[in-house]
């Protein structure tokens, strides 16, 4: 209406008249339709990939984790998409960045902190996620290891050799409450642990033991840390609103200069 734009709807036999309240019945009629097909399809493939992960223990696309790299599994099940050429694939350790994966986890449950490991990956030249991987992380321009690259590896269960899937979802939040044409955006949220989705048996080759990944997440619980995210809890009991934000400069005269320093006093 605000473009003059005409929207034609065959159900409508031609063109829809934003003022007619029998073709408003009709849009909301085959909207709800619509939504309840859009739902449906949306169970069906969720339990299908759940089926698969737990059954079958497969790879369901997307990047690999750090650490590994895939591998052809083979033409895909599904005569119509083999016909075109599509295949499986799976985990492999890559034998570059396996050992690097091996050395954080052994790292950190030896008692080194986060940041501390991250400080030691990039002294000793190792190439951080982004840098190692240019041609999927062309956007990222960091070539240090940032905290929060360490923590999702140590937090990674899929690591151990087990396929685990559905750890994120995606969200429609309102953009604005207030004012609900400016429609949705998507959201990506973390799923309880306890709602994630595990291969009933080993998918691919585990990088470290089930034991030292279980030592890991104890001590992410028990070093201070706060909830899931791993953040340590503020050591101040007053909120500074510009904690972090502001500096002091150098110290300078009314002239501009900076102030020379004193000579040592000489004891009596």
Known sequence: ??????????????????????????????????????????????????????????????????????????????????????????????????????????????????????????????LCPSAYDRERNSHRKTQVWELSAVRAILRNPRYTGWQVWDKQRTDEVLIDVEDIALGHENKQRWNDPSQWIWSQRESHAPLIAADLYERAQNAIKTRGTNGEVGRAPPRSVRPYLFRGLTECGPLRTQHGRQPQPRPPLLPL
């Open 1 to 126: 209406m605000h473009y003059g734009v005409g929207l034609w709807v065959p159900e409508v036999g031609g063109a829809i008249d934003p003022g007619s309240d029998a073709h408003d019945l009709v849009m909301a009629l085959y909207g709800g339709m619509s939504k309840g097909e859009r739902n449906r399809i949306k169970i069906r493939v969720h339990s299908a990939m759940k089926a698969q992960t737990e059954l079958e223990g497969r790879s369901l696309g997307g990047r690999p984790p750090y650490g590994y790299r895939l591998a052809d599994a083979g033409p895909h099940p599904n005569p119509g998409k083999a016909a075109e050429g599509k295949r499986l694939h799976r985990l492999e350790p890559d034998p570059v960045t396996a050992p690097v994966v091996r050395r954080i986890f052994e790292e950190y449950a030896a008692g080194r902190g986060m940041t501390t490991i991250a400080r030691g990956l990039t002294q000793d030249g190792i």
